[in-house]
């Protein structure tokens, strides 16, 4: 008699618990779901190096201080963060990597220019990381980290290549 008992108590839970369920499916009630959406390595380190947004340029900095950067020793930083360990040049950054032409950047792919006065023509003397939108994230002079346009004035000027480390 107890066990007609149990078998009772444990189709009535059963049946109760499959109708529940069934009216959460039927009645398009949200269920939970795991974040599917992430944001991409590149955009973390953009989005990292943000925080940097007017750290002073000072050329040769080291590359243990957030006091101050100069353009390849900010993206080291950034990137390390991230574990890509860079060299400490812009010139030996400009080998790491792969090609990628102007058309084809995305987010965290680092952009090469021949710029100030050290620039002769096509040799590296600057680096910044693309920020997506036509932008870069990178240090000069003043105002030290910064966003600048890639596709106008002197940075559309002295483009020379970018390169994927991701």
Same mark, same amino acid.
């Given at each position: 008699?107890?066990?007609?008992?149990?078998?009772?108590?444990?189709?009535?839970?059963?049946?109760?618990?499959?109708?529940?369920?069934?009216?959460?499916l039927m009645t398009n009630a949200p269920v939970a779901q795991a974040a599917t959406a992430s944001v $991409? /390595? #590149?955009?973390? @380190?953009?989005?990292? !190096?943000?925080?940097?947004?007017?750290?002073?340029?000072?050329?040769?900095?080291?590359?243990?201080?957030?006091?101050?950067?100069?353009?390849?020793?900010?993206?080291?930083?950034?990137?390390?963060?991230?574990?890509?360990?860079?060299?400490?040049t812009s010139v030996k950054q400009s080998k790491e990597g792969t090609y990628v032409s102007k058309a084809?950047?995305?987010?965290?792919?680092?952009?090469?220019?021949?710029?100030?006065?050290? $620039? /002769? #023509?096509?040799? @590296?003397?600057?680096? !910044?990381?693309?920020?997506?939108?036509?932008?870069?994230?990178?240090?000069?002079?003043?105002?030290?980290?910064?966003?600048?346009?890639?596709?106008?004035?002197?940075?559309?000027?002295?483009?020379?290549?970018?390169?994927?480390?991701?």
């Open positions: 008699m107890k066990t007609n008992f149990l078998i009772q108590k444990a189709v009535t839970v059963g049946l109760c618990a499959t109708l529940g369920f069934g009216a959460v $991409s /390595t #590149g955009q973390q @380190i953009v989005n990292y !190096g943000k925080n940097f947004m007017g750290t002073p340029y000072k050329f040769g900095a080291s590359t243990t201080t957030t006091k101050y950067f100069d353009c390849s020793s900010f993206m080291k930083y950034i990137f390390k963060k991230y574990g890509v360990d860079l060299p400490r084809n950047l995305r987010v965290g792919d680092l952009v090469f220019f021949s710029s100030g006065s050290r $620039s /002769t #023509g096509s040799n @590296i003397t600057h680096v !910044g990381v693309y920020a997506g939108n036509g932008q870069i994230l990178h240090t000069y002079g003043s105002p030290g980290v910064t966003l600048s346009d890639l596709n106008s004035g002197n940075w559309k000027k002295t483009y020379i290549t970018a390169r994927r480390v991701l």
